[in-house]
Every structure is written in C-alpha cells, then in structure tokens.
C-alpha cells in the first residue's frame, strides 16, 4: 500500500502539465531521439551529442516513450517508479535495523518529504542516482547486521546498486559513498577488515560487467570525447568552478533545507539530538544513527564547498533524515508515556513559517510575478496554498493536544498530501497554462506546416524539439536581424520566433506574423494560409539544399551546418 499510495501521489496530474525546466526538456528530447533514430548508444539533444551524463537514464527514457508514447507522463513515468522503489527501500531497511514501526514511518516520512516528491514528479537524473546510491549503502548497512559468511551476498548487491549508480551519474555514485563510510569505519578501528570483507576486486568486476561496456564503447565511437567531457568538464569542473549561469550564494543548502525537508524540518532539531548521543564505538545497529547523520552532514558540507551549487545535489541528505525521524517517531510511538505533546515545537515552528508566508503573499500584486505568468487567477491560487499551510499548521496543533501522537502524524501526513495535490491540481496547470500555452501552438504549428528551418532568436530554447518532433532548432543568441536577412533569402520555408522586445530590430525583414504573445512572435517567410495541407509535400528544398546556397554569411552557414547534422 505504500508503494502504491507514493506511485499515486507522484503521478497524480502528471499529464495535465509540460514539462517545465531546461533540464527536463533535454532528458526527454534525448529519450525522443533515441526512439526516432533507433540509435541507443550515444544520446543527442538538438543535433549534438549529449555528454552531460551517462546513458542509463536515457535508456529509461526512450524505453517510456516507446512504451507509452512521447507525453509529458511517460516521461515523467521513470522517476516516479524510482521514487516509489527508494521510499519502499527505505522503509525496508530501517524495518531491518529497528523494526516494523521504525520501518512504515520512515517510509512514509521520506514518502511525503517535498524534495522527493518534487524530484519524483521530474525528469531528472537525480532520484534515480539516489536510488541506487541509497540501495548500495543500504546492502551495506544489512551486511553489518549478518554474520561474516552471510554478508557476502550482500555486498554483491552493494556493487551493482553502485554500478548502476555510475552508470546513471558517474563517479559521485562511488565517491559519496566512500567519503564518509571510511573514515567512520577508520574511527571505529574496522576499515582493514571491512576492507578485506567487501572485496573490491568483486567491485571492479561487477563495474566493468555492468558500467563498463557502455563507457568504453562511448570512448571509442566519439574518439574520447564522450570521456573527456564527462570525467573532466562534467565531473572535476563543476566542482572546482562555477557552471551556472547564476552565482548560487554559499549559504544555498540552509536556505533551502527546510522546503526540502517539508513538513519534517520542524522535527530535525529532536531527531539530531537524538542522533548524536548514538556510540561511536557501539554495536553497529547502535552506532547507525551517527553515521546516518554523518552521511546528511557530509553531503550538506561537501557541496556547500563546491563551486556549482544546484539544489539538487543534497538529495543524498533526505534518505538518512527521513531514517532518523522514522526511528524518532517508532520511539515515540512505542512509548506512549513521553510522546506527549511530541509535535507541539515542530507544529508551532511550523505555524509561524506558514502565517508568515500567508501574510507575505497577501503583499504580493500581479505585477511581482514573472511577467509570463502575471495573472490574477494564479496570484489567489499561491495565496490559498499559504493559507492552506495555515490550516494544516493549526490541524496539527489542536490535534497534538487532544489526540494521541498518531493522530496527528496521520493529521499531518493526509494534510501534506493534500496541500500537494491542491498544488498540482491548481497552481501547476495555472501557471503551466500560462507560460508552455503559447510554446503549445507554436509547436502544433511547426508539426502541421512544411519548414525547412526553424530558428528561435533571442528567445529561450522553449523545449520545442520535444513538442513538435524537431530533431533540430536553431538557437540564436548574438544573431542580428542581417543574418536573419541572409537566411531569409534562400528558397526554403522558414519558421522564426522573436523576442517580443526585440522585434523591432527585425520588423523590416520579410516575414508574417502568426502569432503575437508575452514570449515570442512566432512569424514566416510564408503567410499563413499558403502553409495550409502542405504535410507530405516536397515543395519546398531541404535543408541540405539550403546549406548549398553561398550566398549565406558564415555564422548562417554554421547553424545551418549544425541543423544538417
């Protein structure tokens, strides 16, 4: 029922939305792609090879799409299954250490956490790394429970979770997980042996069985390319220099701790006193919390030193959180003498947070959204989930006072879950409908009409590619409207879309206008109707065709170049 109730939640609404982020859009083109030209070695993304990750997410991916269709659902279908499995994974493994109770609360703990059910309803690599991260340290923890002739088996699935780790983000799936493990396991007096048990060499072989195939394939047919950029650009450099676009400030991971942590963050102050009283040198299963809370500590100093900082790199942080408030609730639960009032800190923290934001948001015009999504109807809706929070808030308080513990942490669960659905069912669409609406259209038009190029100027990438089937659109950043100019006149259709607030630069070009919104004109170097019932016509010339003429400047020659790939 767990499973089933996390799969539910993570896919509630699923497909009454667009994908939303850059990140998503690419995962999802690349899956697209892999299905349209059957290659499933080397993933692309808008004519270029994507070396940004390994390939299993990918494959995940193309194998939906084939499955369900190219949708916003199937794509988001991977990461809610691996959501689901890490909730079910948890709850197993601290059912193992500490029993039955332990076991459902920390699956239902990290179940309704928001940064898991935010990164299960994504299309992200991220849950499924922490699937597989967690799974390995996970097997690893069992191992210590058994005696040493039955731990064996269990460090073979230690290997493979982390194989399949590398295989899905890289070497972070291996040094994560040995960044803290031995140096606790050194402090404790118990790496050689440890060392000596788990047997590296099982490791080395089940990496090259599972992960290594793909990698050295992936070396040979880009001549390196796919191993320097990954291993270096990807890996090395994001940490010691900034990727982003936006400096994140180096105090990121606290600001967004408690959102991750939602609704348990008001119980992380009890759970980590709790935690660090645990011996150091005791018996394993005492010893867990502490190095639980290690793992959550490490992750959270580790990447505040990064020099890329994206909130998702602390995911690793809720698995071992989740676990701690789990066995901080089982206690509780099991002795009903001093769960009393057990919640009342955190509800009230909780009921401050939320008034505050209630009465931030009743500030809020129009006019401080984004201007893509400036509208009324989404201002009140953002403003009924501030005061929703309030409600479930004051639930909590009145219920920690007159019922048992268990009341209210049902009260707070079912109230979580049904500020998410209200979110998903209400704010998403909204907003969605707003800003993808008009990418919508755009798209609708690029699939019913014959263009030979489709170019976006100045304006964001759109995911137009996985809305209308485009294997590739070319992206003009520092373009003029000369070389606009130049591509006009050659003999193929083209489609072009504009910043509305530069559109003055290019309104002298030949060109029609369909459309007119808050994100692009969409125009033509056709009128609209003479576009009509032209699918399957070769009246006009292919893009190879294009690329011939000479006449194009050279910056147009190699997007078109790039777009002919």
Request: net charge neutral; glycine share 8%; charged share 15%.
């Amino acid at each position: 029922m767990l499973g089933i109730g996390c799969l539910g939640l993570y896919l509630a609404g699923a497909s009454g939305y667009d994908l939303l982020t850059d990140d998503e859009m690419r995962y999802a083109e690349a899956g697209r792609r892999m299905v349209e030209s059957g290659d499933w070695l080397i993933p692309e993304y808008n004519g270029y090879p994507r070396y940004q990750k390994p390939i299993l997410f990918y494959w995940l991916q193309a194998l939906s799409q084939t499955l369900f269709g190219t949708t916003a659902w199937s794509a988001r279908l991977p990461s809610a299954v691996a959501g689901m499995l890490l909730v079910l994974l948890i709850a197993s493994l601290a059912r193992e250490l500490w029993g039955y109770q332990a076991g459902l609360s920390s699956g239902i703990v990290l179940g309704v956490m928001a940064g898991v059910v935010l990164l299960s309803r994504m299309v992200m690599t991220d849950i499924v790394l922490l699937l597989f991260l967690q799974a390995g340290l996970g097997a690893f923890y069992v191992a210590q429970l058994r005696s040493p002739h039955e731990r064996g088996p269990w460090y073979l699935a230690m290997w493979t979770a982390l194989a399949l780790g590398f295989l899905t983000k890289g070497p972070i799936a291996c040094v994560l997980p040995a960044a803290f493990l031995l140096p606790w396991l050194a402090v404790r007096g118990e790496l050689l042996a440890v060392l000596r048990e788990i047997r590296a060499a099982w490791g080395l072989a089940i990496a090259l069985l599972v992960a290594g195939p793909w990698y050295v394939t992936a070396h040979i047919v880009t001549d390196g390319q796919f191993t320097y950029h990954f291993f270096i650009t990807e890996n090395l450099g994001r940490f010691l220099t900034n990727v982003n676009p936006h400096e994140a400030p180096p105090f990121l991971y606290f600001l967004i701790l408690i959102p991750l942590t939602f609704p348990w963050a008001g119980l992380l102050p009890q759970v980590v006193r709790t935690a660090v009283t645990a011996p150091l040198r005791g018996p394993f299963r005492e010893a867990v919390p502490l190095l639980l809370l290690g793992q959550a500590v490490l992750v959270f100093v580790v990447f505040t030193f990064s020099r890329t900082r994206v909130w998702t790199y602390t995911l690793p942080m809720l698995p071992p959180l989740a676990l701690l408030v789990g066995r901080w609730i089982a206690q509780k639960l099991d002795h009903p003498c001093c769960s009393d009032k057990a919640l009342r800190p955190a509800s009230w923290a909780f009921f401050v947070v939320a008034l505050l934001l209630a009465i931030g948001s009743g500030f809020l015009s129009a006019d401080h959204l984004p201007e893509v999504v400036r509208h009324p109807g989404l201002l009140f809706q953002i403003r009924l989930l501030a005061w929703l929070l309030v409600g479930l808030s004051l639930l909590v308080i009145v219920t920690d006072c007159l019922a048992r513990l268990a009341t209210s942490l049902t009260v707070l669960v079912l109230g979580t879950v049904v500020f998410y659905l209200t979110a998903t069912y209400t704010v998403v669409p909204t907003a969605d409908q707003l800003l993808r609406e008009p990418v919508r259209q755009a798209a609708k038009q690029l699939r019913e009409q014959q263009a030979t190029v489709v170019v976006t100027c100045h304006v964001h990438e759109l995911g137009l590619n996985f809305l209308a089937g485009q294997r590739c659109i070319l992206h003009w950043r520092t373009h003029t409207a000369d070389d606009l100019a130049d591509l006009l006149d050659g003999p193929g259709r083209v489609f072009v879309l504009i910043d509305p607030g530069r559109w003055h630069e290019f309104e002298a070009l030949p060109l029609h206008v369909w459309d007119w919104n808050r994100r692009f004109v969409l125009a033509a170097n056709f009128p609209p109707d003479s576009g009509k019932n032209l699918a399957g016509k070769r009246d006009s010339p292919s893009l190879a065709e294009v690329q011939r003429d000479s006449g194009r400047s050279a910056s147009v020659r190699a997007s078109l170049e790039q777009a002919g790939r």
